[in-house]
């Protein structure tokens, strides 16, 4: 049965998924703390799971943990669109980022369900493994593993700060999948996310079509030093891992200020040392950070000052330094066709939008390096994300699940 144009997602019926939700790994108050591969995390797939095998999709789990759950179309053979974002969460994280997106692309098979409308292509939810990076690092390594930016067995090999293993953990809670951990020819991705930013909020906007990604690197670096006597020790002696990471930390930050007039940022996230004790100076230190602009040429010059930055501060220290690993992603990524098609649909049902940059990292960014990709972005209170005082209302995402829902079929009917 074809779909009419004023066909519409059922809001209660997703909104009921986000509450549900709500309820598994629960954080600090109206918050989660739902984080991958953990208890709360396995109970949530199991509920997705299910969820899926109601609606009659068929579910499958690959190498990494990601679970794809598919509605057959008219011909198999063609390739897929997949929809999706991820379901787990930060330590302090919030009831939608993330959640909203795979459970968008859920309500979207549903409601096509109600419709009796079977696209030409199959079309796929996904939760992707991992988005956050809260428990291993990096973010979006499962969604990054499936385009071959990751190597699996790299993946499994990946420890978190609790001593628990990646591969380990998929196996502890069955999710550990035999499918390959590979993409395969995909038509399109779609992925609807919070907008994790004021502006959609403030402007008063039912909806963001994303045109592009600040451009980000970020980077890993290891410091090392050698334990004494914080007595003793003269200063000129002293070889304090700790001080040349937190050197380095304090450094990224004065440079986002440098940069902030224009929008840009720079990230100081983590620092961890060791032994890290009250009467020894640390022998090792690692930390992270990251820096971000609008402008990819000054995203380079800053990324340059940030590299120039850590072996600065381990000299200051008396240090060694080392560069472990560096990201990159963002710019002109996501596909102009998939873009103008979100803008008609939103066009046609009179939805007040805009174009928007996202300024955060997604499953998305990876996908868009294999296939034709777009987000959308609903609007959230104040742009308050990791944190569980984010908040939507469920009129937040009715434009969002209605322009996907028509987008997706469009593109699917092709």
Known sequence: MPMTPDARVDLDRFWSTI????????????????????????????????????AGLRVEVDAAGNIFGQRDGTDNDLPPILIGSHLDTQINGGRFDGIAGVLAGLEVLRCLND????TRRPVVVVDWTNEEGARFSP??????????????????????????????????????????C???????????????????????????IVTGGYPVRGMRASFQGQTSHTGPTPMDLRRNALAAGARWLTAIDDLGWDFAVHDGKATAARLTAWPNKPGILSESAEAICDVRHPDPVTTRVMAERMRRAVFESAARCGCDAVIEDEWEWGGDIFDHTLIESL??????????WRDIDSQAGHDAYFLATHCPTAMIFAPCKNGITHNNEESCDPSDFVAGLNILLHAVVARADR
Not at 147 to 171: C, Q, R
Not at 343 to 352: P, S
């Open 139 to 180: 973010p979006m390594v499962a969604s990054g593993c499936f385009v071959g930016k990751y190597d699996i067995d790299w993946v499994h090999d990946l420890i978190a700060d609790d001593g628990a293993g990646f591969g380990d953990e998929l196996e502890r809670i069955g999710y550990k999948g035999t499918r390959p």
């Open 19 to 54: 509450e549900a939700s709500a309820d598994i790994g629960k954080g600090r108050p109206g918050g989660l703390s739902r984080l991958t591969l953990g208890d709360d995390d396995r109970d949530m797939r199991d509920l997705f799971c299910t969820w899926c095998r109601d």
């Open 182 to 208: 590979k993409a395969g020819e995909i038509d399109a991705y779609f992925e609807l996310h919070i907008e994790q930013g004021p502006i959609l909020h403030a402007e008063g906007r039912a909806v963001g």
């Open 343 to 352: 803008r008609t649909q939103a066009i046609r049902m009179g939805y007040n």
């Open 115 to 118: 419709l009796g409308h079977v």
